[in-house]
């Protein structure tokens, strides 16, 4: 049979308390201790990228809207009954080109008498002036009245042909006829929308930029147009720069215009907008990520060999303009300078460091 014992746990505790203080407080340990701190040596493996002197370009973003260059709701000008259209919605009309009649009955027959009239007062006015200029017979307060009743005869006339072309309701430009608002047989009078043709083949684009821009957007820049619905990119002309700055949002109007020949794009589509603001060359470019901020200003670490070890320094840096995630280091940094881009944030200036991507070390940073 086998005895079992139990142990209290209260009486054990100062032994095991007591074998433990014994084994740390022994030379040997306290030895192997200080041999093993000695020998341990803090490195951080970390990526680096070289310095190299490379273009930027630095871009005002902003969101934009397309428009219509000419959106034009085309209007009767005669009264009466809307007799024909001629135009089906959708279809691309050419300036001058009819889209609907109004019946003419009356004012055709108004035309024919101011013809007749006009006919007969310039026949009068002609014998008035043979006798006149030729005889001498008649007074010339007659010759005068004929002369000018001839004229007055051929402006009536005239006047209503001219009202008669306008039941012709014409397109006032090319373009798409994007609505018609009336339909056969409906009465207008002067003023009423019949259609509505807008030209889409060249549009442009509406936006607003921050005040702090505005000595950086001109008239006749160029702009990058982008669009998230449709996979078409242009660019663009700055046509329109507004001169005042709205208060409420503190920007300020611009339109850039582009050509839209394939007519993918439409108006009231949302459009990203860039405009170049800063151009440089041969400058040196580094990730914002690897930047840290100091008392001082800004800072970026390089590792540099010193009596084969590969340590982290601290270089100052002033920074110049910033696009996205770069940012160009005016001052600070020489070609060929390996920045730290990875691992910066675990490591402090002396520190020892492995570069882990050094196949990749030439490779430059670009935007």
Known sequence: MIEKR??????LAPVIIASLSAYGCSPSSQASEAAANDAFVKVVNVE??????????????????VEAMNDVMVSAEESGVIEQIYVKKGEYVKRGAPLARINDLVLRAQVEEAAAAAELAQERFERQ?????????????????AKYQAKLQAARHEYLEARRA??????????????RYVDVGEMVAPGTQVARVVDVDQLKV???????????????????????????ETVGLIGYVGSMVDPRDRTFPIEVVIDNPGRVIKPQMVANVLIANHRLQDVVVIPQSAIERTENGYQVYVAVERDGELLAVARPVRLGPSYENLTV??????????????????VEAGDRVRIVNEDSTESPVTN
Do not use: C, K, M
Request: negative net charge; glycine residues 8%; charged residues 25%.
């Open 129 to 145: 002036r043979q006798l006149w200029e030729d005889q001498q017979i008649g007074s010339e307060i007659a010759y005068l009245e």
């Open 48 to 65: 680096v990228a070289r310095a190299e002197l490379t273009d930027f370009t630095a871009y005002v973003r902003l969101t934009g809207e």
């Open 6 to 11: 139990f142990y209290n746990p209260v009486f």
């Open 329 to 346: 280091a005016e001052d600070g940094l020489s070609v060929g300078d390996r920045l730290i881009v990875r691992g910066h944030q675990l």
């Open 166 to 179: 306008r039941t012709i309701i014409r397109a006032p430009l090319s373009g798409i006829f994007d609505n």
């Open 206 to 232: 509406t936006g607003g930029v921050a005040e702090r821009f505005a000595a950086a957007v001109n008239p006749g820049d160029s702009a990058r147009i982008s669009f998230d619905l449709v996979n078409e």
